[in-house]
């Protein structure tokens, strides 16, 4: 048995931006909303990150993420190999599609590094980041209501953190944004773990900006 707060230790370091899988060089169409002028502020910044997360993330990312946590914690890799396929399937855009493999490859190659076995993520050809976020927490006994907290908090923090670089934002606005973000989060945890019917996302405008962001003549992120 795990102790609780090892546990805890180990769900920290997971969700810490020092997780070297290149997450911050990634805005997800962010700065592509900030060059069409959609986000110029901090509340704008805030309505743009809510609405990516209650539209995008609540819908699809986080309820497949809960079933990729049963999967790897009741060791059926092809239910995992097949929800791996669908989050690769979703993402709309070259760039997203980048995003999450990279980050994925960069998450699985550290967990083989530092994990006693990581062979079930090797034998998937590609590797969504969720997939093998997944994969870690279950590994190391993180409960699913925490890895999925930790994961949209992760994310979110990420999402402000390039606001604060791109609109740009003050560290204090920053933090304003992270904490009115604090309720949605919840909310969308309590949600997916509730979740029964099949996942899924309708977002096209963060499909049309992240589409536009691939000619973008100057930016600072790689989506």
Known sequence: MTPPNLRLLRLLQL??????????????GLEAAIEADIVADAPAAQRWIGDVLAHGLARLELPVLRRLVDAWRAGDADAAAA????????RETAELRAET?????????LLTEVCESAAALDALDEVAFPTAFGFAAAKWGIETENALTAYLWSWAENQVMAAVKAVPLGQTDGQRVLLALGVPIADAVNAALQEDDWPGNYTPALAILSSRHETQYSRLFRS
């Open 15 to 28: 969700a810490s931006p020092a997780l070297p899988v290149g997450a911050y060089s990634y805005s997800q």
């Open 83 to 90: 929800l791996n396929t669908l989050l690769l399937a979703s």
């Open 101 to 109: 493999v990279q980050t994925g490859y960069s998450l699985r190659r």
